[in-house]
């Protein structure tokens, strides 16, 4: 029996018995590979495995097969290349501190968690004679976890490597004036009670407003009360929406007083150590209301007679790391952000307006420092090589997407006609020759259209817009793509460690659940552990067009992993790409500074490189930037369902062209097009027949008629309830169910399934 593999051995995990088995063809059971892999979370690779059994030749085949066996079975899960438990807690994750135990212990759950029934209890030690701040109950704290071996104590334990700023206790609400003229405080969160607020702790609120209040203690009879401390704004205002979501998310939106007199104190970067490019008629390509610009973009025929038809494309970025040192005030509160949050109608940016919107900022006709990457390309579209430079550069015209392509299609304005010839229609000859190798790559092409909130002038609602996907748009895409892969591949090269940015494969069970989903259309996923995103694009390919088009898109997506930031590398699936870090947008993204920096250290560039004390952090700070990201695209998600609900709220009873977002056994999530908020009808509103829950076809059926709906179908819904404060609507489905796809086979399996499910204690179903 092979003894127990301590998470911080490194050594050989079998006793002297179990290594003298070796020539006997030893092979661990699958408890103890289970074991090995819990207890050893950071090497719990494939290979790394062998190695601590000592595994050679057709065992390692066997270990390849056993570990399948083990993730069909649903008892591992693979993501970047190691397996874990299914449920385990990742080896560096966030935890939420809860309580204490009998002995005073700290206890702590995972923020996220997404295994099956409760999450696992981990013990937090405290070092001894630890400096710093010691965490308490109501903290979140970023900590590495060791599993134990206790089955009847905590399931792991932690060592915290930072603590997160503390939330205040003030909470959101809407300010109220009830008939009889007393205040009220209506929350935000479900969960809070409903507050009262005495004349004299009005504070200047009206009727309305958003207001962040103070609770106090909670008497014996009545309401607990409050006092208003801020009027945040009206709730008639997208301000004040978008307001709800960053206190909600704990975003934080006002610099530090000492963060913004640093900015203030910056001077301008000069041209020493830093090559001339100003007379490069480099140009910026925007949105029409970007306020800052961090890339800049020029090309050339390749003069080189050995490279017919190739290119020259340069891609030049903002050096920010000229004024953003590791450890400063604007560094930390840079990281404590880890990325700008973009809502309708505000951005919470990463830095402040002195540095993102003036001294970084590449402005049209002024000198600003830059880093740039200058990529050959052979006629094909494969580079060839690259080189780096930190350079001075002066934009010679700041441009809108619209206004770059109008030129090339014939229709130039004073300010384009005037560059025409000498720089766009260079650009877009060097994009058809990266586009070439981008088709040749093959990444993963999903045809899901991107949204944009319009608004009026008092801050609502206008319209929902799908902007026009542009020959612009894919330019600039493609060149920073390259650019970013040139920084990575140099970083990897100089061995300078790095963050790079990951998107692993789909796990096994995503796949599996895939292919079972296209079967109930007819197509087919091939099996096979190495997937790529050309296997995808074919499915793709086959329902462009088709009725089922929004559909599959939909279901591919969600397949899919989140990418991620990592100081390992496993590649990028949906870019089909190797190697792969953020590099060009260091204004908004930390990850991209970090880049920059180590390119500065591994080329000896100057001031402003990756220090070793930072190098030693990119673990912890990729976990901290991953979180960050998750957590602004929540906040954005969420305001926009709040915007659109309070916009809705005045049309009750309205029908709305609506299309299936979601399928529970609960019921239907709707989306509006119009507006791209969504909605749920309960299932125990669809009348007319008993619907069973079709995990395969992502779709309710009815028993009796086996016609239903499904994930993506259009259907016709009208609006019978809205909380605009949790962007919550309720709907009613006006649609009549259709026939669903798939064989008969598989409509009778699905309703085996859900009857056997109703058949074990404590199920029910409801007759509609």
């Given amino acids: 029996m092979a003894r127990r593999i301590s998470g911080r051995s490194h050594g050989d995990p079998r006793t002297a018995d179990t290594r003298a088995k070796v020539k006997d063809n030893y092979r661990p059971s699958r408890d103890e590979v289970l074991r090995y892999i819990a207890e050893n979370p950071d090497r719990s690779g494939k290979r790394e495995i062998a190695k601590a059994f000592a595994l050679r030749g057709e065992d390692r085949t066997w270990l390849k097969d056993l570990l399948r066996d083990l993730q069909d079975e649903g008892l591992l899960t693979k993501e970047r290349k190691r397996l874990s438990r299914v449920g385990a807690v990742p080896h560096v994750a966030v935890l939420d501190i809860f309580g204490r135990d009998a002995d005073g212990a700290l206890l702590a759950h995972p923020s996220e968690y997404t295994g099956a029934g409760s999450p696992p209890v981990i013990s937090i030690r405290i070092s001894r004679g630890a400096s710093g701040p010691v965490p308490g109950i109501g903290d979140r704290v970023l900590a590495k976890t060791f599993p134990t071996d206790d089955p009847s104590g905590p399931a792991y334990t932690g060592r915290v490597m930072k603590i997160f700023e503390k939330r205040s206790e003030a909470v959101l609400g809407v300010f109220r004036v009830l008939k009889d003229g007393t205040f009220r405080i209506e929350p935000v969160e479900r969960r809070q009670p409903e507050l ?41 205002s997208e301000k004040a929406v978008s307001m709800i979501a960053i206190h909600a998310h704990d975003i934080p939106h006002i610099f530090p007083a000492d963060v913004l007199a640093e900015a203030e104190a ?29 890339d800049a973009v020029f090309a050339i025929p390749d003069p080189d007679e050995k490279n017919p038809g190739g290119v020259i ?81 002066k934009s010679a015209a700041k441009l809108a997407y619209p206004q770059a392509q109008a030129a090339i299609d014939g229709a130039p304005d004073d300010k384009t006609r005037l560059i025409l010839d000498t720089v766009l229609r260079p650009l877009w000859a060097a994009y058809a020759v990266l586009k070439r190798g981008r088709d040749g790559r093959q990444p993963l092409e999903l045809d899901l259209p991107e ?26 895409e493609e060149f920073m793509i390259q650019a970013n892969v040139s920084a990575a591949e140099t970083l990897e090269a100089k061995k300078e460690p790095l963050v790079y940015r990951i998107h692993d494969a789909p796990s096994l069970a995503k796949q599996e659940s895939l292919r079972e989903f296209l079967a109930t259309l007819s197509l087919s996923l091939a099996r096979g552990a190495q997937m790529r995103p050309s296997q995808f694009n074919g499915i793709l390919e086959r329902v462009r067009g088709a009725d089922n088009e929004a559909l599959v898109n939909e279901v591919v997506l969600r397949s899919q992993s989140q990418a991620e930031y990592s100081p390992k590398n496993i590649g990028h699936f949906g870019l089909n790409l190797k190697r792969y870090a953020h590099f060009t947008s260091p204004i908004r993204r930390y990850a991209d500074l970090i880049v920059h920096r180590g390119l500065i250290a591994a080329l000896g560039l100057g001031q402003g490189s990756l220090t070793q004390q930072e190098a030693d952090r990119l673990e912890e700070v990729s976990a901290l930037i991953s979180a960050t990201e998750r957590r602004a695209m929540a906040a954005e998600r969420d305001t926009v369902d709040r915007l659109v609900a309070a ?28 507006y791209g908020a969504d909605g749920f009808i309960p299932v125990s509103s669809l009348n007319g027949d008993y619907y069973i829950y079709d995990e395969t076809a992502r779709s309710l059926f009815g028993e009796r008629t086996g016609k239903g709906y499904q994930l993506a179908d259009r259907v016709e819904v009208r609006l019978i309830e809205v909380a605009p404060m949790a962007g919550a609507m309720r709907f009613e489905m006006l649609t009549d169910p259709k026939p669903l796809p798939g064989s008969k086979r598989s409509f009778h399996k699905a309703k085996g399934r859900a009857r056997a499910s109703q058949s074990r204690p404590g199920s029910r179903g409801r007759r509609r």
């Fill in 196 to 236: 009262v607020v005495d004349k004299e702790f009005q504070n200047g609120a009206k009727n309305g407003d958003l207001v962040e209040v103070e609770p106090a203690r909670a008497s014996r009879y009545g309401l607990p009360r409050a006092k208003v401390l801020a009027v945040l704004g009206s709730l008639t």
């Fill in 266 to 294: 910056m001077r301008p970067a000069t041209l020493a150590h830093r090559e001339d490019w100003r007379d490069l008629p480099l140009v910026t390509i925007d949105p029409a209301d970007a306020k800052d610009h961090d």
């Fill in 313 to 393: 494309a340069t891609v030049a970025i903002a050096d920010v790391a000229a004024y953003i040192r590791y450890g400063s005030p604007l560094d930390r509160e840079a990281l404590k952000r880890g990325n700008s949050v973009y809502f309708p109608d505000r951005v919470v940016p990463m830095l402040p307006e002195r540095i993102s919107n003036d001294l970084c900022s590449l402005r049209e006709g002024e000198d600003r420092p830059a880093l740039a990457v200058r990529m050959t390309f052979s006629a094909e579209g494969r580079k060839l090589r690259h080189t780096f430079h930190r350079v001075m550069m």
């Fill in 451 to 476: 949204r944009k909130i319009l608004l009026k002038d008092d801050g609502t609602v206008d319209r929902v817009v799908v902007p026009e996907r542009l020959d612009a748009h894919k330019l600039i």
């Fill in 647 to 674: 916009y809705l709220a005045e049309r009750i009873n309205d029908t709305f062209d609506a299309r299936i977002s979601g399928v529970t056994k609960a019921g239907l999530f709707v989306q509006l097009p119009q």
